[in-house]
């Protein structure tokens, strides 16, 4: 019983020495690796910073701004973007007026004026429209509007199809190119670009210069539009070709008619007199025939006595 009480009391003590001895260890080795760090470059206090409104959290379009979705933070004035806001009373003028999210924004995402509805407004199409263009809306189908697949921020092309000889009840329909790289503002009243269902609307509205909108308008009203969807990122300009009616299956094809050949009456030919005349001799029973040479003066004599001999 002595001997396993020391045992044990030395067994206790050895644990408590070699405890000792590996806090003591990593304490040493800790303080070697903190005097070799290099001291940490502090910000210099003269940099010209800014206070800018971002928000707090992701929102998209059609979301009240509230003052709850919104901090300030320092920003470095050299990299301030354009059209940032300062301070809560800067972006909401009139409190009882809510401000609405035209762009959606990701957390910690400036507010910019661009993708906000502005201060103390509502949510507007004229807030996304560009300088110097118009929004106009044109009527579409399932078929003329790509069923549905036009989105807003697409960009599209407007087919302009008519018939040129209506007036004379005629039937000549041809089709032409009207715009080309047009964007699209908004499809019936969805203004919303982050939409990725596809949806069938009966209006499609499309940002154009004011010359343009008077075509579309004339247009619509004289023959029929429709819309083709353009691959993302093509601005390519392509040159414009009338195509007809009459042209749809390529160029018309000779029909070729089998004529029979015409008959042509043979002309008579004219016998050459023979100098030469056949003559008959019969002897009894035997026939022969015999030539003999004519004698010009002779000629019609010899062809009568020849007749008779052959009778």
Do not use: C
Not at 65 to 82: C, G, M, Q, R, W
Not at 207 to 214: K, L, R, T
Not at 216 to 235: F, I, M, N, P, Q
Not at 249 to 265: D, F, S, T
């Amino acid at each position: 019983m002595i001997t396993l009480g020391a045992s044990a009391a030395f067994g206790v003590m050895a644990v408590i020495l070699a405890r000792g001895w590996i806090n003591d260890a990593i304490r040493d080795e800790y303080s070697r690796r903190s005097e070799n760090v290099e001291p940490v470059t502090q910000v210099s206090t003269h940099m010209n910073l800014q206070q800018v409104l971002v928000v707090t959290a992701d929102v998209n379009f059609g979301d009240v701004l509230t003052p709850d979705l919104l901090k300030t933070v320092d920003f470095p004035s050299d990299a301030l973007p354009i059209g940032t806001y300062e301070t809560m009373n800067n972006l909401f003028v009139d409190p009882s007026t809510p401000t609405v999210v035209l762009r959606s924004m990701a957390r910690n995402e400036p507010v910019l004026d661009y993708k906000i509805s502005g201060p103390g407004a509502r949510g507007s199409l004229s807030a996304l429209i560009s300088e110097g263009m118009r929004a106009v809306s044109i009527r579409v189908t399932d078929v003329s509007g790509v069923s549905g697949f036009v989105m807003p921020g697409d960009y599209v092309d407007v087919l302009y199809t008519r018939d040129e000889e209506s007036r004379r009840n005629g039937n000549n329909l041809q089709s032409d190119i009207l715009l080309q790289n047009v964007k699209v503002l908004g499809i019936d009243q969805d203004l919303n670009d982050m939409s990725d269902v596809p949806v069938v609307v009966r209006t499609v509205t499309i940002e154009v210069a004011n010359v343009d909108a008077q075509k579309l308008h004339l247009a619509e009203d004289a023959g029929k539009l429709s819309l083709t969807l353009r691959r993302a990122g093509d601005t390519s300009v392509d040159k414009n070709q009338t195509v007809e009616q009459k042209s749809i299956l390529g160029a018309p094809q000779k029909v070729v008619r089998y004529v029979a050949p015409r008959r042509v009456a043979a002309k008579p030919v004219e016998k050459t007199e023979s100098r030469h005349a056949e003559v008959t001799v019969i002897r009894g029973e035997t026939r022969n025939e015999v030539k003999v040479i004519k004698d010009p003066d002779t000629v019609q004599e010899t062809a009568q006595n020849s007749d008779l001999a052959g009778g």
